[in-house]
């Protein structure tokens, strides 16, 4: 009876300790996507493709980003986004990204200068 009752008692203190303890805090291994570093790597997503910064290598038959008019990459993402605009992986990709998201990409690549060696 008496051990019962024990049982009983140390359940409760350790289902009372559980729901007091703090949830854990959110993990801190990305920066948040509207944020400078964010946006950066946000970007850094599209260079495989279309090059580091937006700079295509010389040759590549995809194009560069760097130094889009404002307005073009958000444009084309959108188009992508709802399916009219063709192609192979960008509908795809595009899916991927808010609105917001592509305004800062745009203003991103907008801000990058553009490369004589690059394809336009
Ligand atoms: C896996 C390779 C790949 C990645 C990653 C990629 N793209 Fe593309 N992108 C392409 C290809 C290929 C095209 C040509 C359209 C197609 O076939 O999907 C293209 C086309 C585009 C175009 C249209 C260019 C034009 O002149 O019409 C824009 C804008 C664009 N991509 C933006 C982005 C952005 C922004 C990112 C990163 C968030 C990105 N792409 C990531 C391969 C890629």
């Known amino acids: 009876m008496l051990a019962r009752a024990t ?6 203190v350790a289902c009372g300790a559980a729901a007091q303890q703090a949830s854990p805090p959110a993990p801190a291994f990305a920066a948040p996507n509207l944020t400078p570093a964010g946006v950066r790597a946000l970007a850094a997503s599209c260079a495989p493709c279309h090059g580091t910064d937006g700079h295509a290598e010389p040759g590549s038959t995809v194009a560069s980003l760097a130094a889009r008019p404002p307005g073009d990459i958000a444009g084309s993402m959108a188009l992508y986004r709802e399916g009219r605009k063709p192609a ?6 595009s899916k ?6 592509l305004e800062a990409l745009d203003a991103y690549f907008a801000r990058q200068k553009q490369r004589g060696d690059a394809p336009k």
């Open 7 to 12: 049982a009983a008692a140390w359940l409760a």
């Open 96 to 101: 991927g990204f808010r609105d917001d998201e």
């Open 88 to 93: 192979t992986v960008m509908q795809q990709i």
